[in-house]
Structure formats: C-alpha cells, structure tokens
C-alpha cells in the first residue's frame, strides 16, 4: 500500500517571502500522479497543484510550484511571494496511474497536511 | 453554476441513531466519493462509486452505508454501528474512474454527537 508523509505539522512565512512544505511518498509503481490539496478555513478542499510521475518536467501554476525527485520519492511544494490567502492546510496526495479492476489503485492518498500560516 | 453541494453543513446525531448526509452534483461526473476527515489527519476514504447502481468499500467502510440510485446523488448514512462518527465528512466527483483529471469536492458536512 502506497503511504504518503507530511513531516512538517506547521510551517510559518513572512507575507512575500517563499516557503517550501515537505511530502515524501512510498511506492512501488513507477506511473503515479501527485497531488496538493489546499483547505482554507472554510474547509473546502482546493487543487493547487498536479504532477504527472513520468513527466520530468517540474509542474508550475503561476507562484506555486513543485520539486518532484522521483527516485527520491520527494514532492516538494514551492510558494512565492506568500500572500495571506495562502494560509490554509496543504495535502499532499498520491493517486495509482494503473486504473484496473482493482479499486485499490483508484483512490487517493493523502498525508497528514501542513499548517501554513501567513505573517503579516 | 456546476459544483458539488453537501447538506447539511452541521448535523448532530444522538446515540443509536442514524443519520444520513446529502451529497449532489451537477458536474455530470460519474465517479464519486466519500472521505472522512478528523483533526491531525489526512483524509481516509469511506465508499467510492463510479457508476450508478455500484459502489464500493474504501478503506474505513464499516458502520457506514451508500447508495448510488442516480447519478447526482451518493447520500452517505452513518449508522448506530460507528461509533467514534464525529467527523468532517467531504463528498468529491471526478469525471471519470481513472481519470487523472482533479478530483472536486464539496464544502463539507461537520458531524457531531450529542
């Protein structure tokens, strides 16, 4: 079974500086699809980010974007210049590319979350 | 507007007593879930569904039950048999089983019991 952790329970920036939230995963496949959720207060759950494991390519939207070391099995997130509706909890998820019969592989995996708070 | 609409934001349940929360798209999605979600914690999957009329158990099904009579709808009843129910409970559609596509998830149901 694939595990994802989120070692870092809180994290906190200064408003326009950078931060970078840790999530390491384990699996044994080699085609997968990473994930950063972020849930604001309002508890909603937001897509931030997605990463394709066969793409090389680190995935970028606009000031938020991802180190993903594959041998590793490392999936960084990178926010810039941190605004205060940045603060949230962040997700990392995993999810299996190979979509059989088996629903096992069709779930996603999330990890424990960060707190990320936001100084003003 | 498309989205995923949970009802009702907050819900007590007393003892013995079951309790079912509503979850509805209109995103034409055909997969949908259910997660479970408690302080400290990542979210845990309860039913999952990709097709009307079929449904399957996620890894923390017990003392929950589903149904997926239409494609909008995939209520979740938390019977007397969980024990420990009190929870946050978010509902998600992605288009289909398998896709990489983002998965959509409602505002969320807060259960409590008194």
């Known amino acids: 079974a694939q595990t994802v952790t989120q070692s870092q329970p809180e994290m906190s920036v200064q408003e326009a500086e950078t931060v970078t939230l840790s999530c390491t995963y384990d699996t044994s496949e080699s085609d997968y699809y990473?994930?950063?959720?972020?849930?604001?207060?309002?508890?909603?759950?937001?897509?931030?980010?997605?990463?394709?494991?066969?793409?090389?390519?680190?995935?970028?939207?606009?000031?938020?974007?991802?180190n993903f070391q594959k041998a590793a099995k490392s999936f960084s997130l990178k926010i810039s210049d941190s605004q205060l509706g940045d603060a949230a909890m962040y997700f990392c998820a995993y999810r299996s590319a190979y979509s059989g019969s088996n629903f096992g592989n069709e779930k996603l995996t999330f990890g424990t979350g960060t707190r990320l708070t936001i100084i003003p | 507007d498309g989205g995923i609409t949970q009802s009702p934001k907050y819900l007590f349940r007393k003892e013995g007593q079951n309790v079912t929360l509503s979850c509805e798209q209109n995103l034409n999605h055909d997969a949908m879930y259910w997660y479970r979600q408690d302080p400290g914690q990542g979210l845990r999957l309860i039913y999952y569904s990709h097709i009307v009329n079929d449904f399957q158990k996620g890894d923390i099904a017990e003392g929950y039950s589903v149904s997926r009579e239409k494609k909008e709808s995939f209520p979740l009843t938390v019977t007397s048999a969980q024990k420990n129910p009190t929870a946050f409970y978010l509902c998600a559609s992605s288009i289909s089983r398998g896709s990489n596509e983002k998965l959509f998830f409602g505002s969320g149901t807060q259960l409590s019991v008194l």
């Open chain 1, 34 to 66: 990473l994930f950063w959720y972020k849930q604001p207060p309002s508890r909603q759950m937001i897509l931030v980010i997605r990463q394709e494991a066969y793409k090389q390519q680190n995935a970028t939207e606009n000031r938020f974007s991802v």
